[in-house]
Nanobody, 112 residues
Framework: QVRLVESGGGLVQPGGSLRLSCAAS????????MGWYRQAPGKQRELVAT???????NYAESVKGRATISRDNAKSTVYLQMNSLKPEDTAVYYC??????WGQGTQVTVSS
């Protein structure tokens, strides 16, 4: 059974940074695309960033220049570094591996 566990969320002030991690167990992740999505209250879940099995990255326009997605296949982990955080980045952040596996989400709140 595949399990994804996110960590690293929390409360951060505007302009701050955080690093989200998503550790997978039950499968080797090297052959899968991986990504981060987020869902704010009252809004649909949206893509934040993805990284292919070969390391090609893609970012939502709203986070370009502020976010960096990376992966460590040896640790079966995908990361999301977010800088210059804004209140509108407040959401539950979910990681995704492949087409069907989702984490449980981690709350990120950007507020002073």
């Amino acid at each position: 059974q595949v399990r994804l566990v996110e960590s690293g969320g929390g409360l951060v002030q505007p302009g701050g940074s955080l690093r989200l991690s998503c550790a997978a167990s039950g499968t080797a992740v090297s052959i899968y695309n991986m990504g981060w999505y987020r869902q704010a209250p009252g809004k649909q879940r949206e893509l934040v960033a993805t990284i292919t099995s070969s390391g090609t990255t893609n970012y939502a326009e709203s986070v370009k220049g502020r976010a960096t997605i990376s992966r460590d296949n040896a640790k079966s982990t995908v990361y999301l570094q977010m800088n210059s955080l804004k209140p509108e980045d407040t959401a539950v952040y979910y990681c995704k591996v492949g087409y069907i596996w989702w984490g449980q989400g981690t709350q990120v709140t950007v507020s002073s």
